[in-house]
C-alpha cells in the first residue's frame, strides 16, 4: 500500500482564511518528512521540512505539525492566498535517503474569493 | 543561481520507441534523482545518480535507466515504451545523495511524455 497518504484530494478555502493540509504515513521508522507545493505545469516545489526528533516547525505563513503517536503530518497556512492555490504533497524519507522520497497522492488548495 | 531545467518539456512517442531525457541539476549540486508522476500512481522514485553511480533504485523494470555525467549532468533513457510510460518525468537535485535534513531536493520543471 501507500506509505504516505492525504486525507483529502481537494480543499477549498476562502481567501484570508487559514488552511490546513493533512497527511497520513504508515512508516513509522521515517525520520523526516517535506512538504512541497506543485503549481500547474511547474514542479514540485520545496515549503518546509521537519525532522521526527520536532513536533513543530514554522516557516514564512507556514506551520508543519508532526504527530509520531497517530503517524500524522499537518502543513497550515495562513491568511491564504491566490497565490497558494496548487496541489500540496507530503513526503517522507523512510530508507534513510536509500530509497528515494515517497509522497502521498496530494491534496488541490483551491481558493475562493 | 539558476533551476533545475529539463529538456525536452514535452516529447510524443509511439509505442516500441525509446526516448531520453536530461537534466542539468542546480549548479554545485552532485545528487540528480528521478521520479515519474501519474495520476493515478502519483510521484514515483526511479533512481538517483550521485558521482556518475547509480546510487538507488525504484521500483520499475529494466527499460528505465539512466547515467550521470562528470559535470553532474543526468540523462535517464527508457526503451521499448508502453503507453503507461506517458507520465511527467520530474529529476531532483540535492548538493549530496539520499533525501535528509541538509539534503533538500530540488525538481525541475518535468517532461511530460505522450506515449501514443
Known amino acids: 500500500g501507500e506509505s504516505v497518504g492525504l486525507h483529502l484530494p481537494t480543499l477549498s478555502v476562502q481567501e484570508g482564511d487559514n488552511s490546513i493540509i493533512n497527511c497520513a504515513y504508515s512508516?513509522?521508522?521515517?525520520?523526516?518528512f517535506i512538504w512541497y507545493k506543485q503549481e500547474s505545469g511547474k514542479g514540485p516545489q520545496f515549503i518546509i521540512d521537519?525532522?521526527?526528533?520536532?513536533d513543530k516547525r514554522q516557516g514564512q505563513r507556514v506551520t508543519v505539525l508532526l504527530n509520531k503517536t497517530v503517524k500524522h503530518l499537518s502543513l497550515q497556512i495562513a491568511a491564504t492566498q491566490p497565490g497558494d492555490s496548487a496541489v500540496y504533497f507530503c513526503a517522507e524519507d523512510s530508507g534513510g535517503g536509500a530509497d528515494g522520497l515517497t509522497f502521498g497522492k496530494g491534496t488541490h488548495l483551491i481558493i475562493q474569493p | 543561481k539558476a533551476g533545475v531545467t529539463q529538456t525536452p518539456r514535452y516529447l510524443i512517442k509511439t509505442r516500441g520507441q525509446q526516448v531520453t531525457l536530461s537534466c542539468s541539476p542546480i549548479?554545485?549540486?552532485?545528487?540528480v534523482s528521478w521520479y515519474q508522476q501519474t495520476p493515478g500512481q502519483g510521484l514515483q522514485f526511479l533512481f538517483e545518480?550521485?558521482?556518475?553511480?547509480?546510487?538507488n533504485k525504484g521500483n520499475f523494470p529494466g527499460r528505465f535507466s539512466g547515467r550521470q555525467f562528470s559535470n553532474s549532468r543526468s540523462e535517464m533513457n527508457v526503451s521499448t515504451l508502453e503507453l503507461g510510460d506517458s507520465a511527467l518525468y520530474l529529476c531532483a537535485s540535492s548538493l549530496a545523495r539520499g533525501a535528509g535534513p541538509g539534503k533538500t531536493q530540488y525538481f525541475g520543471p518535468g517532461t511530460r511524455l505522450l506515449v501514443l
Open positions: 512508516n513509522s521508522a521515517s525520520d523526516y
Open positions: 545518480y550521485f558521482s556518475e553511480t547509480q546510487r
Open positions: 549548479s554545485g549540486h552532485r545528487s
Open positions: 521537519i525532522r521526527s526528533n520536532m
